[in-house]
């Protein structure tokens, strides 16, 4: 017969182990329900109060590991790495923290065969839990090695066919490969096996979302809801449904954005906002384009972080977009700073340069930093393309002829550009010729050049026509080789042949060209009654025309 004493102390084993059990499980739904924060400082509790109990450390490193990639953090697997060697430490023939670290070494592009097999070493015959945690770790890479994580898939499937959570890593399995159907069957079998799962429907609505089933994807995700209001992944997924759906329908989208917006908020009400859960956010609010909330998130996650690069960026982003260039600026900078080089991505130097462009003492800076962004990805040239109009307008032709060579770089550039870049230049040349300055010839060619290319690509741009022949004027001394020409005659024939309708508004254009033409004719080639010609079309459209009336008295003409 057992005594007080160690009846008492049987009862409170078994009560701290109850304990423990119920806080493990807290804790495990906690980061289901990417309660994330929660469930760390759950699990951190456990391994501290629990030092011998390898569980707590293989959930805790596996929560690091699983969620390195969601918040950009690979300093986590660092962080998992050293969770799993103390769970080896306090328990060497615990299996799953085996598996943790062969997980790390797929996470870091090393072999984890190692690992893998102490940890199948150490594994009783009928648990399927270890083959289940190496297909998943196989399934949760950034490239998934499916052929490797289905061989330990099917192995726990034939130990255990009554483990919901292993179909759910089956069908996470399958859908990597796009076998939609396959995942869907996988997803709802393990929501059959355990009613209480509901991450197994989140991903079949997920299955509906990215075959752009949108209002299938929401009913799903209402579904969750329905069975418990307060799962905050399917009002994130909602949020994400919402966003995506409102591309489709201009008419719609400020509507679903604002129901992806509030679906988001209430996704942050019911998780946590520690600093990784408002990056997430922040991300989630700069594809919705609601700069004002990310304005206010960014300077929320300043308080908690001021240093963290992630944050800079979007406190830069969110004040450029807000109209608070000299904060963005500054941010920018501070982040260029602070990040690795390997990390700067095209759209920083877009701000950036965007931002100090906004500033005329930072100017020049600022159009070297949007070539950066351009050299980067060519898209981005497309600002280039206000940013020269503006610089046209204030005639800063200078600038506005830097600026449009680089708008020409984005593969979607307009024909538009072509011609402002050739009219920059082109008056570039003309002001300093004024100011007596001596320009370069080059200033010209690289004028007709562009309108080379305008006309090539759109041949009745009369315009460009006309230019060409005002260009190759300048580049021709006296006229005496003739070099505008061949660009005249086609402006004539394009405003009074090919689109005669053009003729009445071109009167000066005409008179422009005839007067040219008809003095190449007369000087160079000394064709008189050529000459003549030119010179009685101009009479007809301008009777009073002085020139013509001179040169056609010369001539003897009865006019």
Known sequence: MMNKAVKMTLGLMLLGSLVFAQNLTDARKAIDAEQYQKGKAMLNTLTS??????????????????????????????????????????????????????????????????????????????????????????????????????????????????????????????????????????????????????????????????????????????????????????????????????????????????????????????????????LRHADFLYLAKDFKALEAEANEMAKLDKVNPRVLRYLAYSSFENGNFTSSTQALKDFIAKVEPTRLISQDFLYLGRAQMKDTTQFQEGLANIEKAVALDSTNAVVMSEIGQALYKGKKYVDAARAYEIAIKNPERALLDYYYLGMSYYFTYGSQNAAKLNPPKDLLVKADTAFSFLVKRSPTTQAGWQYRGRINRLLDENDAQGLAVPFYETYVKLVTIDKPELAAKSGSGLIEAYNYLGSVALRKEENKVKAKEYFEKILVLDPANATAKEVLTALGSNN
């Open 49 to 278: 109060s629990q030092p011998t109990n390898p569980e707590n450390f293989f959930y805790l490193g596996n929560l690091y590991l699983s969620t390195a990639s969601i918040n950009i953090r690979p300093d986590y697997i660092d962080s998992a790495k050293a969770v799993f060697e103390k769970g080896i430490s306090a328990n060497a023939e615990y299996a799953l923290n085996f598996v943790g670290l062969g997980a790390v070494d797929l996470a870091k592009k090393a072999n984890p065969k190692a690992n893998f097999d102490k940890a199948i070493a150490l594994t009783k015959k009928k648990d399927h839990l270890t083959d289940l945690y190496i297909g998943r770790a196989y399934v949760n890479l950034t490239k998934p090695m499916i052929a490797e994580a289905m061989v330990h898939l099917n192995k726990a499937k034939l130990l255990n066919e009554k483990d919901a959570q292993l179909f759910l890593v089956l069908g996470d399995a399958y859908r990597s490969e796009m076998k939609n159907s396959e995942a869907f069957s996988a997803y709802r079998t393990a929501f059959d096996l355990d009613k209480t799962f509901l991450r197994s429907k989140i991903e079949l609505g997920k299955i509906n979302k990215m075959s752009k089933a949108f209002e299938e994807a929401i009913a799903e995700f209402n579904s969750v809801i329905a069975l418990d209001a307060n799962y905050g992944p399917a009002y994130r997924e909602l949020a994400e449904t919402f966003y995506q759906w409102a591309w489709t329908s201009q008419k719609e989208y400020e509507g679903r954005i604002k129901q992806a917006l509030q679906s988001y908020e209430k996704y942050m009400d019911l998780t946590d906002r520690s600093l990784d859960s408002r």
